[in-house]
Nanobody
Framework: QVQLVESGGGSVQAGGSLRLSCVASGRAFRSYGMGWFRRAPGKEREFVAAISWSGGSEYYADSVKGRFTISRDSAKDTLYLQMSFLKPEDTAVYYC????WGMGTMKTLEYDYWGQGTQVTVSS
């Protein structure tokens, strides 16, 4: 069992930056593929970014490519999402997720564990 706790959300003006963190419990963090997803009001949850267990592979949604960076620190059991040049359309609840097979995947159904989410609000 893995528990995930996100933090770092908040309110920011367009063009600003935020860094989200996701702390994982359990010793298996370094073997998990990890991802970030988001859900905007009235919309389906969507993929944002993912990283493989080794950190060697990263994947991004086209809407955030070049603005967001996913990273992980296995020594701290922590996943990060650095968000820059934020836009109002980035407003959403952001969730981290863990894939026990080590994959960095864009598919929601391939993740086994989910955090509770952290709110990001970007004003124009």
């Amino acid at each position: 069992q893995v528990q995930l706790v996100e933090s770092g959300g908040g309110s920011v003006q367009a063009g600003g930056s935020l860094r989200l963190s996701c702390v994982a419990s359990g010793r298996a963090f370094r073997s998990y593929g990890m991802g970030w997803f988001r859900r905007a009001p009235g919309k389906e949850r969507e993929f944002v970014a993912a990283i493989s267990w080794s950190g060697g592979s990263e994947y991004y949604a086209d809407s955030v490519k070049g603005r967001f960076t996913i990273s992980r620190d296995s020594a701290k059991d922590t996943l990060y999402l650095q968000m820059s040049f934020l836009k109002p359309e980035d407003t959403a609840v952001y969730y981290c997720a863990a894939n026990r097979w080590g994959m960095g995947t864009m598919k929601t159904l391939e993740y086994d564990y989910w955090g509770q989410g952290t709110q990001v609000t970007v004003s124009s």
